[in-house]
């Protein structure tokens, strides 16, 4: 990992270092806060420990400001200080510092702070991984019922006309029988239920269209009375 130390003493920059070196990381050196800023800025390092007391931009201001840079990213930030006081340590917090180290510090004590930092960093790239592949997945499914939606618009727009459309020229034909003279008394009764059942298949494909294209919470359920069927008519 590459780890900025920043800290405007050369003796404990160099322990610092020196140990982290030996853990297998990358170290960036900065003499001060400013430098660590413009060394931040180019690389976004992931874990950053700088003292608190530097001339300039010190270790709360530069923390601050990558705060309010990180944008998508985390960096863990490590405080090494001589100060104490519960006052001193919520000012450090509320500022954004993750964790502390007295100054002078213990090897075994930043050893142990490095390997907490490293745990909390992976869980926070597999967390923003998983986001991103949860977000990924969202859009899919999204772009697929926007799909489906479309398919079963263009759907209904074919049902309705294929469905219509014959079923008028059924109900226009019978109109037709319906105004002819010399009908018997059975013909005429047969008309009469051939528009009567043309009507209603009519109203019905009015229904399962209407039915189609409501929003599932705007739809209500009334029974209308008993069919001669027996079945209740639901529409």
Not at 46 to 62: F, K, Q, T
Not at 74 to 101: C, H, P, W
Not at 183 to 212: C, M, N, P, W, Y
Request: with cysteine; net charge neutral; aromatic share 6%.
């Amino acid at each position: 990992m590459e780890i900025l130390v920043a800290d405007d003493d050369r003796s404990a920059r160099f322990l610092l270092s020196s140990t982290l070196i030996e853990l297998g990381h990358s170290v960036t050196e900065a003499t001060n806060g400013c430098e660590a800023w413009e060394a931040w800025k180019r690389k976004h390092h992931r874990l950053v420990i700088s003292d608190w007391m530097m001339p300039g931009v010190d270790g709360l201001e530069l923390c601050r400001r990558i705060r309010a840079e990180e944008e998508s990213g985390f960096a863990y930030i490590i405080l090494i200080t001589a100060r104490a006081g519960k006052a001193n340590y919520l000012d450090a917090m509320d500022s954004g510092v993750d964790d502390f180290m007295g100054k002078p510090f213990e090897r075994d004590r930043l050893l142990a702070r490095v390997r907490v930092a490293m745990r909390i960093l992976d869980l926070h790239q597999r967390l923003r991984l998983a986001n991103t592949d949860l977000e990924r997945r969202v859009e899919e499914r999204t772009a697929e019922l926007e799909n489906a939606l479309q398919a079963k618009s263009e759907f209904l727009s074919r049902a309705s006309h294929e469905l219509r459309t014959p079923m008028n020229h059924i109900l226009g034909f019978a109109q037709l029988l319906s105004l002819k003279k010399g009908l018997t008394e059975k013909q005429e009764a047969s008309v009469r239920q051939i528009l009567e059942s043309g009507r209603r298949l009519l109203r019905l494909i009015d229904h399962i269209l209407g039915f189609s294209k409501s929003d599932a919470n705007e739809l209500t359920f009334e029974a209308r009375g008993v069919s001669r069927t027996g079945n209740t008519e639901i529409f």
